[in-house]
């Protein structure tokens, strides 16, 4: 959380809402997937609640240190392969 965040509990709550409603979406939507970067470059644009700007940036700065591209953009791909085949019956 940034230095100025007033309500950690609540900044948590919803950043975890957005993460997993928002970007999970926006990954695993199986009419519409989108790549990690298009999903990463989107996902700055939603809605997020009590989360504060300072806190959203701060975030995001975790974000883009800590995932690393490639793998990130392998597994998702691999998970929506996987999910494609099960949902949709060949």
């Known amino acids: 959380h940034a230095s100025n965040c007033s309500d950690k509990q609540a900044c948590a709550e919803d950043w975890q809402a957005v993460w997993w409603n928002g970007m999970g979406r926006l990954l695993l939507d199986a009419r519409n997937p989108q790549p990690f970067n298009d999903a990463f470059e989107r996902f700055w644009d939603l809605e997020f609640g009590r989360v504060g700007t300072d806190c959203k940036k701060a975030m995001f700065t975790?974000?883009?240190?800590?995932?690393?591209?490639?793998?990130?953009?392998?597994?998702?791909?691999?998970?929506?392969?996987?999910?494609i085949k099960k949902l949709i019956p060949t």
């Open 62 to 83: 975790q974000l883009d240190i800590n995932i690393p591209q490639t793998h990130a953009t392998r597994f998702v791909d691999n998970v929506h392969d996987r999910l």
